[in-house]
């Protein structure tokens, strides 16, 4: 299945009614990678009034409103996520309260729309899962067949010369029947394909 997805981390910084949220984004694989995360956010923003955070990590679903009044942080920003299709995902919002309360709504608001707009603003990918595939061709033929690999949103890993052409590419898995065909057509029979292995690859985001 296809998820929302980014590398490394993002972090964005608002005011809303004189309080401050600053929004960390982080890529998280375990339960204990986004322990390990939000125990390092904490650290850093000790003084902070509250680290109300939710993450995605496949099976796994977490979250926290951190002393927020129950309901209005943690659960609104993974409604966030799963909305977006967000997975391997932490989200960490951080408060700094500015002396106006904000009431319930106006919380689930305001965490809700913190990681709804860093997602917006994050360099985040489509994470596919993919056919890692090697496509052995004659010389002349390779320049059709690397044509073909991409035209179907393959992403060109290797080139290989000894023996012939060989092209070790990725692409997304239902993109597979239509390569098989394209590939022998193409090469009027002569070429072959191999399926290495699946692993999910990353692809940018029509936004």
Known sequence: MDYLGLQGSFRR??????????????RVETPEQAAE?????????SDATHNCYAYAAGQFRKSSDDGEPAGTA??????????????????????????????????????SGCVAR????????????????????????????ESLLLSLGAQIDERQWEGGAQIIAALPAESLPALEKGLNEKTLGKGKLRVLREEYRAYPLQR
């Not at 009614?17 to 984004?25: G, H």
């Not at 977006?84 to 689930?108: E, H, N, P, Q």
């Open 13 to 26: 910084r608002e005011v809303i009614n004189k309080s401050v949220f600053i929004t960390t984004l982080v």
């Open 37 to 45: 995360e939000i125990k390092k956010l904490r650290k850093e923003f």
């Open 74 to 111: 943690g659960q609104p920003m993974a409604e966030v996520l799963k909305k977006r299709g967000a997975d391997m995902m932490l989200a960490v919002v951080t408060r700094y309260f500015g002396g106006i309360k904000l009431g319930a709504s106006g919380l689930i608001s305001a965490y």
């Open 118 to 145: 860093a997602l917006d603003e994050a360099p985040v990918k489509i994470y596919r899962l993919s056919a890692v595939v090697k496509a052995e061709t004659e010389y002349a033929l390779s320049r059709a067949a």
